[in-house]
């Protein structure tokens, strides 16, 4: 039940509202995430070993584990997200004047999905990961939550959870609909009307329902599907940045907007870092098949 009146709410705020509505409902949403924070501080975790593990990270070699990682570099650094922020900066109507704000957005953005990140991970590490319990299904981490860090810390991550789908639900077809229609050169924005932009409408709508279906398919394995799909995003992530990195290099196209050598430093190095965990996963993958 919860599956399409989810779609039906978040095609509504995209097809019905105003660019301004919704940012202003995703920046209110955006203050759900602080409920990561809290279950992770009721879990009560063992911080001194925290602190160590995050200065002296354990790892091993195996294809799992660099399964595991270049997932993690494609749920962080996605490639549809550098899609959705262009053309969200570009549907604002932000001025150069005001690009210096568009860039503190940003930053602030990192870092907070950074924290949130960190409380997730020190969350279930010291409940579900510390007794064994595994699990298949993004709701079982919830209610694996319950016996060991209460009710309450079960709620709110299982709010947390809602929050966190129902973005991605808007947000991912958003892009999309985005990157196809710029690049065919339709109309786009959520502004427009069907009849102002049929077919950035009409494409985000197919994939609302189509990502509907799908999770509602009986048994359907939801979380390797989810975990697979970071991974694709961390092996198309190289392609994305690499034609990043010489767009915003050109100085025909920039002007004085061009990286600077620090820049182009941070971000050359990890896009090479991304190519060489994706290089190491595939051959650990072959090696182990």
């Not at 920046?27 to 160590?52: K, Q």
């Not at 953005?109 to 990961?129: D, E, K, N």
């Amino acid at each position: 039940i919860s599956v399409p009146l989810g779609a039906f709410f978040i095609w509504l705020l995209v097809v019905k509202g105003s660019y301004k509505s919704i940012e202003r409902i995703f920046l209110a949403g955006c203050l759900v995430y602080l409920t990561y924070i809290i279950s992770a501080v009721m879990a009560r975790p063992d911080w001194t070993e925290v602190a160590v593990t995050m200065i002296r990270p354990s790892a091993n070699f195996d294809s799992s584990y660099f399964l595991m990682i270049v997932g993690l570099v494609g749920t962080t650094v996605t490639p549809w997200m550098q899609f959705y922020l262009q053309s969200s900066i570009v549907e604002k109507g932000v001025r150069k004047e005001d690009y210096w704000a568009s860039r503190i957005d940003v930053i602030a953005g990192s870092i907070m999905m950074h924290i949130v990140a960190f409380f997730i991970v020190v969350a279930c590490g010291a409940t579900l990961f510390k007794t064994g319990v595994k699990i298949n299904g993004a709701e079982e981490a919830a209610l694996a939550l319950k016996p060991f860090a209460g009710d309450y810390a079960s709620i709110l991550f299982a709010i947390g959870l809602a929050n966190a789908s129902l973005f991605a639900a808007s947000i991912l077809p958003l892009a999309t609909a985005y990157y196809i229609c710029q690049a065919m050169g339709w109309e786009t924005g959520v502004d427009k009307t069907f009849k102002e932009a049929p077919q950035f409408i009409g494409i985000y709508s197919a994939l609302i329902l189509m990502g509907s279906l799908i999770i509602l398919i009986p048994g359907a394995p939801l979380m390797p599907i989810m975990w697979m799909s970071q991974v694709l995003n961390g092996v198309m992530l190289p392609f994305v940045l690499i034609f990043i990195l010489r767009l915003v290099n050109d100085a025909e196209l920039m002007g004085s907007y061009t990286n600077t050598k620090s820049l182009n430093w941070i971000a050359w190095s990890t896009t090479v870092i991304i190519i060489g965990l994706n290089a190491v996963m595939v051959i650990t993958v072959f090696l182990r098949l």
